[in-house]
């Protein structure tokens, strides 16, 4: 039995029915609950005012006991104005402690890399309680990567990739692409050479997705990486105007600008079938053919 600590630093989570079930799903599955005032908090488009939703982020610096999940109820926007008012030192002094196990993804991203950058703290990307939990109809895949990402010390995904051939070992980190893009310039953006960087999104259209890794790539970000690893962009249909320009032409028109591998197919972002990914963990990635292995070790896990 883990103890599951909400937070909601960013929006509303306008399906309350959906948070809901995700609260009595794990219930069920015997784990406790505990702030859950969170799922109810509005203030315009956000969950609660900047006050609440700060504190829900300082207030992890003092939260004690071992085996805690800190997880968002859900993403949206909000996570942006918080950052130059978060105890940084605060969280990074706590988890050297008893680790707290912080999950979460998409607007949550912009949190996740400032604890990376300035205090090397591992986060994981992956589920949330409304979208992932609360979904109508649960995913055995999802569940089985997220508990599997929490309490293996070590772990390999498996998946038919597609990209050239490599072997590239480094820092796993990335996130949402988007929020990603939003950190650039900021103290809150990880400086990391020979990483593994992955990114996904969604409802962004292939052209905005390569304007924002040309916007990694002309910062220096990208060949600055071991390997780049795509997870899923969806939510946008092509259309006429495309004239077939797509997610793979878009993905060969960045190799071709790119020294360093860009493999693509991990099921991995907004998508209810995903992986969860220890960010700041170390990571071992080989594509062969259409055999991708992304290995992971040095993250924090429960103690149960």
Known sequence: ????????????CINQSAAARGVERLEAAGHRVENREAILRREQ???GTEEARLADINALATLKGANRIVMPVRGGYGASRLLDDIDWPGLAARQQQEPLLICGHSDFTAIQMGLL??????TFSGPMLAGNFGAETPQA??????????????????????GPDCHACGTLWGGNLAMLVSLIGTPWLPAIDDGILVLEDINEHPFRVERMLLQLHYAGILNR??????????GVAANDYDAGYDLQSMCRYVRSRLKVPVISGLDFGHEPRTVTLPLGAQARLMHHG??????????PVLNE
Do not use: C, K
């Open 1 to 12: 039995m883990s103890l599951i600590h909400l937070i909601a630093p960013s929006g509303y």
């Open 45 to 47: 488009r956000f969950a």
């Open 117 to 122: 950058a300035m205090g090397n703290v591992i």
């Open 141 to 162: 895949f999802t569940e089985h990567h997220f508990w599997q990402a929490l309490r293996e010390p070590a772990f390999t995904l498996e998946w038919r990739g597609d």
């Open 225 to 234: 990486q071991q390997a780049i690893v795509l997870g899923s962009f969806s």
């Open 290 to 299: 259409a055999a991708t292995t992304l290995s992971i070790t040095g993250h």
